[in-house]
């Protein structure tokens, strides 16, 4: 079935340093591909998305290209800020079964000022 | 942007009591979802729900929940009786249409502490 791996539960980085979440993914069909923040006390929000394959999303500093030679879709930032300080999700739409998402076990990023 | 409601947004409540968790989708958006979080880690798949019918659910969503939306009021979870790992935080979600394409847009959530 459809799955979403995140290796990293947490990541620490002072400001200014580069940012770089890892997410792989596996899926018999044509995903969408998504990054969600959660900051805390909040709900997930959707960070960014991409529909099509080799191509890049962007949003806020934050890219990512959906990889599927590599069944990859890792997030980067060149330069992170306190306020990134968040979970970020990475997630899946399939398009098997009733529109389900399936989302990584997230990773907690700490930006140190 | 959209907005999902929900409420309450806590409750602390007896073990084997009964608590219905209210949402307030998107008001254009046909499919509605229940995740279960704990301690802010993993979203985990509960349910989803389209044209008042339950269209696929995870193993964690045992025979002690339910959900409905009668007359396109509010989304509802109700879970009777709850059990002690029945604590976390339940978040709502609702998109559009069907289509891997659609964004799911979040609720803030709702603290569930089962004593």
């Known amino acids: 079935g459809d799955s979403v791996t995140q290796k990293q539960g947490q990541v620490t980085l002072s400001e200014d340093d580069f940012l770089f979440i890892n997410c792989t993914y596996s899926?018999?069909?044509?995903?969408?591909l998504f990054w969600y923040v959660q900051y805390p006390g909040q709900g997930p929000q959707l960070l960014l998305k991409?529909?099509?394959?080799?191509n890049k999303g962007i949003s806020r500093g934050f890219e990512a290209t959906y990889d599927k030679g590599t069944t990859s879709f890792h997030l980067q930032k060149a330069s992170v800020q306190e306020s990134d300080s968040a979970v970020y999700f990475c997630?899946?739409?399939?398009?098997?079964?009733?529109?389900?998402?399936?989302f990584g076990k997230g990773t907690s990023l700490t930006v140190i000022p | 942007g959209p907005k999902v409601l929900q409420i309450p947004s806590h409750q602390i409540i007896d073990m084997g009591q009964m608590v219905t968790l209210n949402c307030d989708p998107v008001?254009?958006?046909?499919?509605f979802y229940w995740y279960k979080q704990i301690l802010g880690q993993q979203m985990e798949f509960l349910v989803n729900?389209?044209?008042?019918?339950?269209?696929?659910k995870s193993k964690l969503f045992k025979d002690q929940f339910s959900v409905e939306r009668p007359d396109g009021s509010y989304f509802t979870l109700k879970i009777q009786p709850t059990a002690l790992e029945d604590s976390a935080v339940y978040f709502c979600?609702?998109?559009?249409?069907?289509?891997?394409?659609?964004?799911?847009?979040f609720g803030e959530g709702s603290r569930l502490i089962v004593v």
């Open positions: 979600a609702s998109s559009p249409r069907q289509n891997s394409g659609n964004t799911l847009y």
């Open positions: 899926t018999t069909t044509y995903p969408t």
């Open positions: 991409v529909t099509t394959a080799n």
């Open positions: 997630a899946l739409g399939s398009n098997t079964g009733y529109q389900n998402f399936y």
């Open positions: 008001s254009n958006h046909l499919y």
């Open positions: 729900f389209y044209n008042g019918k339950v269209m696929e």
